[in-house]
């Protein structure tokens, strides 16, 4: 009877010990191996429709954009017409696609192809804003994700001392190479002012900059005022619940 209790407890453990490394497995390992997958697939695919063009070294553009005679996102738009600007900051792994869809949940779980990629998703401009950034205040938003994936980096720009030395990014419309202008960084809830898209007078644009620049955590030096193009980026972060980054910068 002692010998079968024993065989009984035996196969009890041995039965928990399987139970747990299988929950382990579909829980923790299998998700991220989902994860990973999504991201080789879609940077395959960003490798492909990435522009022909050679991005400058910083400073180069001098503050202003580079015209080019030919369509640079051509082949991007050709696999999704959705497709609005590539965006690229030196020194980060941002360097990816930015589309547009008719909300701002589709590429929250979607991939640049328009299929679910396990909630990696792809950086979208807010549908509120003017799809080739010509307005007072563009938005792109996406996801921030272990591993330096889609919009983690902007974590870096917590600190100043990054900022200052990595105030400089590119972003590729359809005529060409635009330099973006980093200037501030905020911590700010998901539903806070600095969302707004809708400006009609110089009077609310004026207003918008002065409480950016009074809610930011810093700002460095920028010629900034009403008629200036503003680029936001922004991205879950972690200091409090529906807590986001908002890396801000003028568009040349």
């Known amino acids: ?30 998700p991220e191996k989902r994860l990973e997958d999504s991201e080789k697939k879609q940077l395959q695919l960003f490798e492909v429709i990435r522009p022909e063009i050679s991005i400058p070294e910083t400073g180069e553009l001098q503050q202003k954009s580079e015209i080019l005679s030919e369509n640079p996102l051509a082949e991007a738009e050709e696999i999704n017409h959705n497709t609005v600007g590539w965006i690229t900051i030196p020194d980060t792994n941002i360097d990816y696609p930015v589309v547009q869809s008719e909300d701002n949940d589709f590429y929250l779980h979607n991939g640049f192809d328009g299929k679910y990629n396990n909630e990696l998703g792809c950086p979208f401009l807010d549908y509120r804003c003017e799809s080739d950034f010509s307005g007072f205040s563009s938005i ?6 272990e591993g330096g994936r889609m919009f983690a ?10 900022m200052q030395s990595h105030s400089e990014g590119y972003l590729i419309l359809d005529d060409g190479i635009h330099m973006v202008d980093f200037f501030a960084y905020l911590t700010v809830p998901s539903n806070d002012t600095i969302y707004h898209t809708v400006f009609l007078t110089d009077s609310e644009r004026q207003d918008y ?13 920028s010629d900034i005022n009403e008629n200036k193009h503003l680029l936001l980026l922004s991205t879950c972060t972690f200091e409090y619940e529906e807590a986001r980054g908002v890396l801000v910068g003028v568009i040349r």
């Open 1 to 30: 009877m002692k010998r079968f209790l024993t065989s009984c407890i035996i196969i009890l453990l041995t039965l928990a010990v399987f139970f747990c490394g299988y929950r382990y497995y579909d829980t923790e390992i299998l």
């Open 209 to 221: 900059i002065n409480y950016l620049l009074k809610s930011a955590n810093y700002t460095i030096d």
């Open 153 to 162: 980096d902007i974590a870096l720009y917590k600190d100043k001392n990054f």
């Open 140 to 145: 792109v938003y996406a996801h921030n994700m």
